[in-house]
């Protein structure tokens, strides 16, 4: 849960795999993550209706993953518990227009971290 309340104050910039940054919006300080290389895409973006998440089967059937959105104050505002598909499509709902950050990570790890942008429906 404490890593979940850091990621929050963050926001992840750059780089799909490997090493990246999260930046404070506060104090602009930065700090080095690492994330595992996997074949993960998450499209279209930007996100009218609904949104894919395409992850590789054997990532999906070895672990529990887990997508979070979160807007630009870092409140949660999207969870998808565990992906059973390596294909999954996710419903927009009622989130209104605006850029949004997500992680996708196991209980260990994280696997990616970006940028979704939701457009006029």
Known sequence: MKNLLLFTVFLYANSLFGQGALTDFKTGESEEIESEAHD???FPNPVVHTFIIEAELNLIA???VR?????MTGKKVLQV???????????????PKGFYSYILK???????TGKLIFSEF
Do not use: A, C, W
Not at 82 to 88: A, K, R, W
Not at 106 to 112: G, L
């Open 106 to 112: 196991t209980s260990e790890k994280v696997i990616k």
């Open 40 to 42: 993960v895409r998450i």
């Open 62 to 64: 070895e672990n529990k």
């Open 67 to 71: 997508f979070e959105l979160y807007d």
């Open 81 to 95: 518990e565990q992906l059973t598909q390596p294909v999954e499509i996710v419903e927009r709902g009622h989130l």
